[in-house]
Structure formats: C-alpha cells, structure tokens
C-alpha cells in the first residue's frame, strides 16, 4: 500500500509542476514544520486516480510522501497563488488563470463598384454636361475602410474613404490616421470637373441663329489639403498644414476693341499653395491659436484665334467694317505672401464666453502681357483704320489685408443670454501698369499708357441679440449696423467724374424671433429683419428690405411628420441709377413616414411652391439706350422617395424630384430614378441604378437634352 501512496503523490506532484503559474508578486516562502504539513497536506487532498480513494497515509509515511513530491517539482517563476482545497482543487486551476487580455487589429469596411451605361442620350450635349455631367464607364461609387489597433506602437487608427471615382464630375478622398494623445493626421483631395456652356448665355447673335456660346468653360479644379496635429488638446499643440489648389483647361472668351466682341478661345491654367504652422495653447478656460503661413500663386492664360470672325457688330463704324483674322494673348500672373492668424476663445465663468479671431496678410503680385491681333479696326483716337496691333504691358500690385472677429455671449440670468459680434474686412489694393502699343497705321501710331489704380473696400458689422427663455417660447430681439466705404475706379460708361469712384454702405437692420414648442409633437420657429435702407456699394444688393421666415413641424404619429415653412422677401432701391424693385417667396411642405423606425419601408416627399419677380433698369451695349429687365419666375418644385424591405434582405427605393418653371425661361427638368440592392452571399450585394434626365425649354428648344443612365455592381463589405 505505501508503494501504491507514493505513486499517487508522484502523479500528483507531477500535475502541479507542469502548471504555467500565473504572474504575481511571488508570496513570502513557508519555511519549517509549516511547509512540511503544508506539502503534506495538498496532495493528500486531491483525489486518486483510481476508483475506489484508499485511506490517506499518515504519520511518517505522510511526511515521507511530502518529501519525495516537491523534490520532482520544476521551479516557476513566480509563486502561485495559494490552491483551493476540497472538490474545487481538481478544477479551479485552470478557471484562475486567466489568459493575458489582448485585442487584435480589426479591419472594417464597404465598397460599392459598378458600371455605369449612358443609353438614349438625345438633344444638346453641351447643356447635359453644364448641368449633369455623369459619365459612362467603370466606377467607384463609394468606398470606406477603418483599421484599429489598440495599443500600437506609430499608429492606432487609419480611416480611408473614396466617393464617386472613375470619370465623375466630383471625387472626394480623406485619409485619416493617428495615435491617441501623440499626433493626428488629415488628407483632403477633391476634383471638380467643371463644364459651363450654355448657347443662350450673353449671346446677343441668337436673333441670327447662332447657338455657339460666347462664354464656356471647361476646366479642372484639384484641391489638396493636409494637417498635422501633435499631441492634440495637450497643454501645447504644434501643427502644420499644407494646401495646393490647381485649374486647368479651355473655354471660351470674348476679345473686345473698338466696341465690338470677338469670341474666341481660351487657355486657362492657375495654382496657389499655402505653407502654415502653429500652436494650440490649451487651458482650462482659455484656449489660444497662434498661427504662421506663407502662399505663392501662379496664372496663366492663353487667348487665340485664327479664321475670319466678324464680331457681334454687324454694322460699319465710320464706314469701315471691323474683322478679327487671327489673334494672341497671353497673360502672366505671378504673387507671393505671408499671412499671420490669432485666435483666442474661453469660458472664464459659467455666464460669460467668448470668440476672437485676427488675420493680416500682404500678397504682392506681378503681372505680364502680350498681344497681337490682325485683321480690319478702326482706332477711335485717332480717326483712322488699321490692319493690326502689338500690345505690351507689365503691372504690379500691393494687396494688404487684414480681417477680424469677436463674439461673445452672456448669461446675467438663467432665462436671459445675450449674444454679440463683430467683424471687420478690410481690402486694400495699389496697383501701377505701363502700356505700350503700336498700330498699323499710316504713318505708325505708337501710344503710351502709364496708370495707377486704387481699390479700397472696407465692410464692418455689428450684431446684437438679446435671447428669453420663458420655458415653451423663446423670444429673439437685436440689430444689425452694417457700415463700410469703398474707392474704386469710375466704370466706363461714367467717364468724365474722374478716375476713382467712392462708394459708402449704412444699413440699419431690426431682428426678431421666437420660438415655440409643445411638448415633443409641435414647434415652431419664425424670424424677421427689416431694414428702412440708406446707402450701398451695389444696384442690386439689399437696401429698403423685409424678410422673414417660419418654419415648422407637427409630429402627428412617432411613425408620421409633417414639416412647413415659408419664407419672403421684399427689396427695393429707389435711387435714381438703381431704381431695383425685387421680390420673392417661398413656401414647402415635407411629409415623412417610417412606421416600426422604417425597417420596412419609409416614405418622403416634399414640394415647394416659389415666385420671384425683379426690374432693374440698365444700358443697352448696341445702342446706349436705357431699358428695363424683368425678370419672372413661378415655378413648382417637388420629388419624393420611398424605401422598401423584401425578403431575402432585398431593399428597393423608387422616388425622382422635378422643377416646372414659368415666367420669362419656361423650362421643364425632370429626374425619376429607382435601385435595388439584393444581397449574395456574406456582406457581399448586387446593387442595380436607373435614372432619367429630362430637360425641356419652351423658348430655346436647341438646349433641350434627355438620357437614360444605367448602372450595376457590387457592394462588398468586410
């Protein structure tokens, strides 16, 4: 029987010593007679593995027992915590030792792919691309993708997102990464396609049949933007950032001389960059930014044009016909400057907040051109016909300008805050040119032109608000004084007051509002301002103005809301060159229905009644004589949208929106649309697209387009 025990002990022995112990603090070492009866005493407990536990050694054969197990034992590294005894011994071991806790990187994300079809696709093709622009093809219409990594070492966080690639007129791209408390990073990029050509545009040849526009562009815009922030709301927060704009490409532009306009084609290239950095100081109620930034901007233009181009004159000028046969421009534009920014916003007591901002800077700019142009003018200042010209110039220019802002806000009472701000925008420009040309005359005429222009713009605002709180209704009072003065140069149809114009803007403006709310089913919101006018720098800019809003909401189910709102406007200048009489409404209706928080199907739709109607005299270019545009429009504008969940996953979403215009431009555009999204297998859906663009004018039948796009693909997420 002592054999059979000292196996037992051996067996058991050996189990505690192949246990991985848990990291702790190693315990004080028993030492004596208690670590003895302490040995002793464990193995005795653990059960046998035999069926049948035979009575437990005593005495010697206990202490012998203890002394053969630990003898077998490999060292752990650290002391293990103190065993369970009884039934729990067996298994608690294994529970108490828990695995150490760590977290994997995770990626998430979804891509939508697919192909879009331009099918059916009738009518103008220039206005379709001045006002849809969507292309055929391969396309990535959105993509996002998130990775975490809690606890990296360089970085725990990356966000990427791609929207409309592959031909679109409008991309986007945003990468974020990061690490908690050490830095943040930031990249924008955008991509414009811009196109603009539209035959009835500034046109004065549509009489005669020609659809082709005098003013059209065809350009594209990129944009980068970056930013890095180091430790962000750290005590001191470095950053720096780093901004590049470019545009490129072609339209169309007019060539003007001896009262006539030339249509002619376009090269267009610019770009600006901008360098900053700064600091983030942050305190418990007072942060401030203080920031450094320099820009260079570069613009170049090409004009050209080679054939016979008989202008928009269709009359002799002192019996000579005027033609354009070949021309080029090329203007050169290059400038540089720092800038300076200060910001400071705090909350020094719970009542009291306020915002501050000031930016200087003072670009400098140089400018070169070149012309030369042949063809049938006549110089009006010298009485006399020529056959061709040659142009030189060089300008430069000082542009300071600095800008500011300061708001704050007051609580005296709970009920009572009172807002307000200020801001100021000050534009000065000082430029000086030399103009050198040479004619074609008989004999040669060589003219000298030496100028100097001044461009002062000053804007100031002022604002404030006094904001009660009667508990369901909130009252709103204030004023607005609006104040500047401006020397520019005197237009050319008002030669003979010298060679600037001043300019003064006075606004006195009255604010109200009030808000109103019912529980949680109703409330409404209305806001008013008036102005009885005084001066202006513009014709058509506000002067003797009301206007006013109301919005508001009525829940009539949780499930069911219906939304309206209407809003005026009333503006007139009564000055004896302005003479503008304007005015203009609008009132919507918005219905939205999601019963069950739309898991099934959810419903919107919405329409908007508007009218406006503006006189405003001006000067015939042809004939010099004073006339009146008016302009009318009544127009109904609407669309609705409706989601619906099948089986299987399948969701279907039908709905369009559509604009009918009276007035002086009827036009018609309609755009119907359904899709469908069915999933696969996984995270895995087949994604299906139809639209329908309809563009009718009852007055230019030539700018009418309409097409079919088609477009199907896959939605993939992970």
Known sequence: MRTLHLAVMLVAATALAQEKPPVATPEPKVAGKAAAAGDAAAPAQEKPPVATPEPQPTGKAAATGAAVAPAQEKPPVA?????????????????????????????????????????????????????????????????????RNPGGKWMDRLEITANSWGGEPYNTGRLEAGLAGAYNFRLDYRNISYFNSLPSFANPLLGEGLFLSERAMDLQRRSIDAELKIK?????????????GSGFGRGVTTFVT??????????????????????????????????????????????????????????????????????????????DGMFSR??????????????????????????????????????????????????????????????????TEIRPFSRLRIVQSWYTDRFHVSAS????????????????????????????QHQVDAIVDLGKLTLRGGHRYVWGDSVTRTP??????????????????????????????????????????DRTYFRTDLMDYQRGKVRGRYRIRPSLVLSAAFAALNNRNEAPDA???????????????????????????????????????????????????????????GGGWAEVSLAHGVRVSLGGSYSINAGSRPTRYYQPQARVVAPLAGKVAWTAEWRWFGFTERRYAYENFHTHLFAAGLRLGW
């Open 492 to 533: 050319t149809l008002a030669q003979g007051q010298g060679p600037t114009r001043p300019g003064e803007l006075r606004r006195q403006v009255g604010l109200a509002g009030a808000t109103l709310r019912l529980g949680s089913r109703f409330d409404l919101a209305a806001d008013f301002e008036a102005s009885p006018g």
């Open 232 to 244: 962000p709301g750290a005590r001191l927060s470095p950053f720096l950032g780093f901004y590049h």
């Open 579 to 637: 003479n503008l009489d304007l005015r203009s409404q609008q009132s919507s209706l918005t219905l939205f229905w999601a019963p069950n928080q739309g898991k099934r199907v959810s419903f919107t739709a919405d329409y908007t009644r508007a009218t406006l109607r503006s006189d405003l005299p001006f000067l015939e270019p042809q004939t010099f004589t004073r006339a009146i545009s008016a302009y009318r429009d009544n127009g109904h504008h």
């Open 79 to 147: 002391t293990p915590e103190p065993q369970p005894t009884g039934k729990a011994a067996a298994t608690a071991p294994l529970a108490e030792v828990p695995p150490a806790a760590t977290v994997e990187p995770q990626l998430t994300g979804e891509i939508d792919v697919g192909y879009r079809f331009v099918q059916d696709a009738g009518g103008s093709r220039n206005v379709y691309r001045s006002i849809v622009n969507l292309g055929e093809g391969p396309k990535l219409f959105n993509g996002t993708a998130a990775w």
């Open 433 to 460: 040119s030399v103009l050198a040309q040479t004619y074609n005359t008989t004999p040669a005429t060589n003219l000298e032109t030496r100028a100097f222009d001044l461009l002062v713009v000053n804007y100031n």
């Open 342 to 407: 200060a910001a400071v916003s705090g909350r020094p007591w719970s009542r009291l907040s306020f915002t501050g901002q000031f930016l200087y800077s003072q670009p400098s700019m140089d400018v070169q051109y070149t012309g030369q142009s042949g063809g049938e003018f006549f110089l009006l200042s010298a009485i006399a016909p020529y056959t061709g010209q040659l142009e030189r110039s060089t300008g430069a220019a000082q542009r300071p300008h600095p800008a500011g802002s300061w708001s």
């Open 258 to 335: 001896d009262g006539n306009e030339f249509p002619v084609s376009t090269n267009l290239n610019d770009r600006t960059e901008s360098f900053r950095g700064g600091v983030h100081v942050n305190f418990s109620r007072v942060n401030f930014t203080l920031e450094q930034g320099g820009t260079t901007f570069r613009d170049d233009q090409e004009i050209f044009y080679s054939g016979r181009n008989p202008g928009n004159r269709r009359t002799t000028l002192f019996g000579q016909s005027i033609l354009l046969n070949d021309l080029r421009q090329t203007y050169g534009v290059r400038g």
